[in-house]
């Protein structure tokens, strides 16, 4: 071979191995590029994922699910039972006897109103109630009786009952029935006051003649007003997110015990369904106002006065007094409680018990939180000085 052949021979072997050197070099850097994207995409699941179960994690902690109960099953077991379902109606004497009134009042009711074919027609209605004593004593909404006088219970075990009205108190919105039963299951009396916003209850009715319906929710608020649509009314509502519908009205609001914290009431709606918020009368305001029905024949203690507030006082405002809370004793009625304690007309009150008093609101919800025989000692300014006196509760 001749130095020409040599030298092209070695020509092409360099061009060979530059060819495989660079298929190598090729694949090299095409290997690291796919690892590094697969290492990239794993990088990227794992975030994810991480990222996933914070979410979930902090998801869980807002809800707060670990705090939730496992169930409410003993306290459903135990108020069920002492839920009742009442349906009321006008007997016919009732019935007439208004359409009588009805006539005085307009004459021509007879040809345009319920009696155009000489048969009026009586009112029926349905609600829920809760039976708070062995022997038969229910309480339930006034507005679930008022204008009948004809009401059957039926307890959770179907039993049906005819009940007698012991008394009302439509200013809360509260009334009393009584059967002739004994050894009934009843719900005590929990104290409203513990109950804390953001607290699990249940409210227990009778919704649509369904047997003892239970819903759970949150308390969403108390202290609401302005719910009843009376000029008189005393509100003090606890709010909750729990299903109330018709037919529950008069049920129980329970805490997780199955102890009873409120009488369901009313709901805020524009359909007459529920709509999202149900209200219920605390615990606190029902227990003394159902004793004074049950022992004494009436709704409320009375102090028996009648108070200003300091502002609304013309007295007081033209003098322009120091004190700026309190309530002004416009009048002491005769033979009143407050009269035997010696209360004075242009006393100031200022607190009852450990209870702060700036307007008759307060003094009523306060008195409406005692029962008659109650002693109680009431705080006030008399000629700018502080007194203190004690008041023996009468009806």
């Given at each position: 071979?001749?130095?020409?052949?040599?030298?092209?021979?070695?020509?092409?072997?360099?061009?060979?191995?530059?060819?495989?050197?660079?298929?190598?070099?090729?694949?090299?850097?095409?290997?690291?590029?796919?690892?590094?994207?697969?290492?990239?995409?794993?990088?990227?699941?794992?975030?994810?994922?991480?990222?996933?179960?914070?979410?979930?994690?902090?998801?869980?902690?807002?809800?707060?699910?670990?705090?939730?109960?496992?169930?409410?099953?003993?306290?459903?077991?135990?108020?069920?039972?002492?839920?009742?379902?009442?349906?009321?109606?006008?007997?016919?004497?009732?019935?007439?006897?208004?359409?009588?009134?009805?006539?005085?009042?307009?004459?021509?009711?007879?040809?345009?109103?319920?009696?155009?074919?000489g048969n009026p027609r009586g009112r029926e209605g349905k609600g829920s109630g809760v039976i708070i004593t062995r022997d038969g004593y229910i309480v339930t909404n006034?507005?679930?009786?008022?204008?009948?006088?004809?009401?059957?219970?039926?307890?959770?075990?179907?039993?049906?009952?005819?009940?007698?009205?012991?008394?009302?108190?439509?200013?809360?919105?509260?009334?009393?029935?009584?059967?002739?039963?004994?050894?009934?299951?009843?719900?005590?009396?929990?104290?409203?006051?513990?109950?804390?916003?953001?607290?699990?209850?249940?409210?227990?009715?009778?919704?649509?003649?369904?047997?003892?319906?239970?819903?759970?929710?949150?308390?969403?608020?108390?202290?609401?007003?302005?719910?009843?649509?009376?000029?008189?009314?005393?509100?003090?509502?606890?709010?909750?997110?729990?299903?109330?519908?018709?037919?529950?009205?008069?049920?129980?609001?329970?805490?997780?015990?199955?102890?009873?914290?409120?009488?369901?009431?009313?709901?805020?709606?524009?359909?007459?369904?529920?709509?999202?918020?149900?209200?219920?009368?605390?615990?606190?305001?029902?227990?003394?106002?159902?004793?004074?029905?049950?022992?004494?024949?009436?709704?409320?203690?009375?102090?028996?006065?009648?108070?200003?507030?300091?502002?609304?006082?013309?007295?007081?405002?033209?003098?322009?007094?120091?004190?700026?809370?309190?309530?002004?004793?416009?009048?002491?009625?005769?033979?009143?409680?407050?009269?035997?304690?010696?209360?004075?007309?242009?006393?100031?009150?200022?607190?009852?018990?450990?209870?702060?008093?700036?307007?008759?609101?307060?003094?009523?919800?306060v008195m409406n939180e005692h029962k008659i025989g109650d002693q109680i000692q009431i705080t006030l300014i008399r000629n700018g000085k502080a007194e203190k006196v004690?008041?023996?509760?009468?009806?």
């Amino acid at each position: 071979m001749g130095v020409k052949s040599l030298l092209k021979a070695k020509r092409n072997t360099s061009k060979t191995m530059k060819k495989i050197f660079s298929l190598m070099v090729a694949g090299a850097t095409g290997g690291l590029i796919v690892l590094a994207g697969l290492f990239s995409v794993h990088h990227y699941t794992i975030s994810k994922d991480s990222a996933s179960d914070v979410h979930l994690t902090s998801a869980r902690q807002a809800l707060g699910i670990e705090s939730m109960p496992g169930d409410f099953i003993a306290a459903a077991d135990k108020a069920m039972p002492a839920v009742v379902h009442i349906s009321v109606k006008e007997s016919q004497a009732l019935t007439r006897s208004r359409s009588d009134q009805q006539r005085r009042r307009d004459p021509f009711s007879f040809f345009f109103g319920d009696d155009f074919f000489g048969n009026p027609r009586g009112r029926e209605g349905k609600g829920s109630g809760v039976i708070i004593t062995r022997d038969g004593y229910i309480v339930t909404n006034n507005h679930v009786i008022e204008m009948t006088d004809d009401y059957e219970v039926t307890l959770h075990d179907d039993r049906k009952f005819k009940a007698q009205l012991v008394g009302t108190d439509p200013r809360t919105d509260i009334a009393v029935l009584k059967i002739d039963a004994d050894a009934l299951p009843f719900l005590q009396f929990a104290n409203s006051d513990d109950v804390r916003v953001g607290e699990w209850v249940l409210a227990v009715g009778n919704p649509f003649d369904l047997t003892s319906t239970v819903t759970a929710g949150i308390v969403s608020a108390k202290g609401r007003n302005r719910i009843l649509k009376r000029n008189d009314a005393i509100e003090d509502f606890i709010q909750t997110d729990a299903v109330v519908n018709p037919g529950n009205s008069g049920g129980a609001l329970i805490n997780q015990e199955g102890d009873l914290i409120g009488v369901n009431t009313a709901i805020a709606t524009a359909t007459g369904y529920y709509a999202g918020y149900s209200f219920a009368i605390p615990s606190n305001m029902v227990e003394p106002i159902v004793h004074n029905i049950i022992d004494f024949g009436g709704p409320r203690v009375s102090l028996g006065v009648y108070v200003a507030s300091i502002k609304d006082y013309e007295e007081y405002t033209e003098n322009e007094l120091e004190q700026k809370n309190g309530v002004v004793v416009t009048e002491v009625i005769d033979g009143s409680a407050a009269q035997y304690a010696g209360i004075l007309p242009s006393d100031i009150i200022v607190k009852v018990e450990k209870e702060e008093i700036n307007s008759a609101e307060d003094l009523v919800e306060v008195m409406n939180e005692h029962k008659i025989g109650d002693q109680i000692q009431i705080t006030l300014i008399r000629n700018g000085k502080a007194e203190k006196v004690s008041v023996l509760l009468k009806s």
